[in-house]
């Protein structure tokens, strides 16, 4: 969690140059200062981990065994920042290939989930030059084994899930159009406790090592912001869209949303010691609406988010379903080249239900209650006149839990959501008009 904030307060701290209104920007050159601050990226990468040992019940005792690495190509949407110096990006996995299983295990897996990350770069990234990066990453990773004689008493097994934060270094070389990038991945918690029964446990270890080698493409998404068009855009939108009564509008956005656990469960932990590992979190598409004051440069919306997840294992199944119906005010704080800081408080409206399935004994404990949050995040804002933009969100509700039989179920989730598109409505025609 301590890394996580560090994480979000990098930027913070890089800030140095002094806050601005993006319409004071009206030459060609400074525009490219501006438009340079931020640019965004997609493409694909192949992350590749080392595999570990882990430990199967025998009848001479507990045996360790090896087992192989795994190799995922994923999907990045990412884009650097701070003119090249910071990159922020999400990897998400769309196979898994490899993972020999070892001869004394039925079945067996270890895999490492979407991965969102932050890097620095101490020379900034240019076309034609080869540039180190150091940084930091968090995603949910899972272990899961099936003996060859597994306990008969059961039809399941558990997957034990976890929160990692890997370092990393690297290379990436820069293009005009874009970007070859190598990674190396260090994660010093690298221990697990798997429960191979209901009461018994071994140990797995996973090699601290993972790498990742990837291409991606530029996105031109300032277009031909850097010219004469741009200045007279710059200079005029604001005027005419105050002309057609269009500085405040309603907004209207959506993107991905990852979730990781920051409490664990009372109920869970004393119940099913076995299944009190942290929860694997869940991917959830985030929906909001609102409206936008221009004079005040506040957003007062509306965000919706359903997280379902679950744990299982042994017969036993933990599903975890919440509904948020979310009121956020948040206040912009500035404008740094582009890159638009916001916070504000959140209200939210939160329907959580838990359910506990022990084999055919099934308990249902909801609640529904009003909760009390925070978000804070930024925009990569050209204009105060933009027709869309993109965002990123952090969401904490903290506290959020239900009952069960006199102990606390949590709920506790920090939402990130990186890569959010935000539309505004009725700017394009307004700009348009004369």
Not at 157 to 182: D, E, H, M, N
Not at 232 to 240: A, D, E, H, P
Not at 370 to 392: K, N
Request: net charge positive.
């Amino acid at each position: 969690m301590r890394k996580l904030f560090v994480l979000v307060l990098i930027p913070v701290v890089m800030m140095t140059a002094k806050a601005q209104t993006a319409e004071k920007d009206t030459t060609i050159e400074r525009l490219k200062i501006r438009t340079s601050f931020a640019k965004s990226y997609f493409g694909l990468d192949v992350f590749s981990t080392s595999g570990g040992t882990t430990q199967y019940a025998a009848p001479a005792g507990l045996q360790t065994v090896s087992f192989s690495g795994t190799t995922a190509p994923r999907i990045l949407l990412g884009g650097t920042h701070f003119w090249g110096h910071a990159d922020f990006y999400v990897a998400i996995p769309v196979a898994r290939l490899g993972g020999q299983v070892p001869a004394e295990l039925k079945s067996i897996f270890y895999g490492e989930g979407v991965e969102t990350g932050f890097r620095v770069f101490p020379w900034a990234v240019e076309p034609g030059k080869l540039r180190p990066f150091v940084g930091i990453a968090f995603k949910g990773a899972t272990f899961e084994q099936v003996d060859m004689e597994p306990n008969k008493t059961y039809q399941t097994v558990p997957s034990v899930a976890r929160t990692i934060f890997p370092y990393q270094a690297g290379l990436v070389y820069a293009g005009k159009q874009f970007l070859l990038q190598v990674g190396l991945n260090y994660q010093s918690k690298n221990n697990y406790r798997y429960p191979i029964s209901r009461t018994e446990y071994g140990d797995v270890e996973t090699s601290p090592w993972s790498f990742n080698v990837g291409m991606s493409y530029w996105i031109n998404s300032n277009g031909g912001f850097v010219s004469n068009y741009g200045v007279s855009y710059m200079k005029n939108g604001v005027k005419k869209l105050a002309a057609k009564k269009r500085l405040n509008c309603w907004y209207f956005g959506i993107g991905p949303s990852g979730t990781f656990e920051i409490t664990k469960s009372e109920y869970v932990k004393d119940k099913y010691p076995f299944l009190s590992q942290e929860s694997p979190g869940t991917f959830i598409p985030d929906v909001t609406a609102g409206r936008y004051f221009h004079r005040l440069d506040i957003n007062v919306g509306v965000s919706y988010r359903r997280l379902r997840y679950e744990s299982s294992g042994y017969d036993v199944k933990l599903n975890y379903n919440r509904r948020s119906i979310m009121l956020e005010t948040y206040k912009f704080l500035g404008d740094y080249h582009g890159f638009v800081p916001y916070v504000g408080p959140t209200l939210a409206y939160e329907n959580l239900t838990f359910t506990d399935t022990d084999g055919e004994n099934v308990k249902t404990f909801a609640t529904k209650k009003a909760a009390l949050g925070v978000i804070f995040g930024w925009d990569i804002r050209m204009s105060r006149s933009e027709t869309w933009l993109l965002r990123t969100n952090l969401r904490y509700t903290p506290n959020l839990q239900v009952e069960a039989e006199g102990k606390k179920v949590m709920f506790d989730q920090m939402e990130f959501n990186f890569i959010q598109l935000i539309w505004f409505a009725g700017r394009s025609k307004a700009l348009r008009g004369n």
